[in-house]
């Protein structure tokens, strides 16, 4: 199920290409950037493993920083929270999504593929390029990867995982005042 955390301007399209990665703005907070020396999969993370180190990279796919999400104009991307429904003690983004249902393990043959599948074309009125944000706890939590594989695999080319999650965002909020 998608709950609207905050309103987000679902009118407004991106161009093809849009670089949300602005270098002024990689700045990292907590353990975002820290290897844990994880390779990146192709596959979902199983269940039994989700709470587990994450790899710094994703395939087909972009790790996205806290400076960069922080300097996201309001409607220039779609920014998913997989994980607030799991744990409300951390509030969502500004602008973020609620949707923890993308994040379900599985296999890409499933019938959450097809779900996500549908609702992104939705959301995006059909455009695979228009920038995508997924975000869960931080780098140990592997339900933002996930919700972004399926994403990929769904054929969409802007993607981005907040590998920083709720951590990172709670730890720069409470130093920019957020």
């Not at 709950?3 to 009118?11: F, K, W």
């Not at 979902?44 to 990279?57: R, V, Y």
């Not at 944000?133 to 907040?162: E, M, T």
């Amino acid at each position: 199920m998608l709950v609207p955390a905050i309103t987000a301007a679902a009118g407004i399209a991106a161009a093809d290409g849009v670089n949300l990665l602005n270098p002024g703005a990689a700045k990292v907070y907590d353990d975002e950037a820290r290897d844990f020396g994880i390779k990146p999969m192709d596959r979902l993370q199983t269940a039994e493993k989700i709470d587990s180190p994450t790899p710094l990279s994703i395939p087909g796919g972009k790790v996205i920083t806290t400076g960069e999400v922080a300097n996201l104009a309001s409607g220039s991307a779609w920014i998913f929270d997989v994980f607030t429904c799991i744990a409300p003690y951390y509030p969502p983004l500004p602008d973020a999504y609620v949707w923890n249902y993308a994040a379900t393990p599985g296999t890409f043959d499933d019938t959450v593929q097809s779900n996500v599948a549908e609702m992104l074309a939705k959301m995006t009125k059909g455009n695979k390029a228009f920038p995508i944000v997924f975000y869960c706890a931080g780098p140990h939590c592997w339900l933002g990867y996930n919700a972004a594989l399926r994403a990929i695999h769904a054929g969409y080319r802007n993607v981005y995982w907040y590998r920083g999650g709720a951590e990172a965002w709670r730890i720069y909020s409470a130093s920019s005042g957020e």
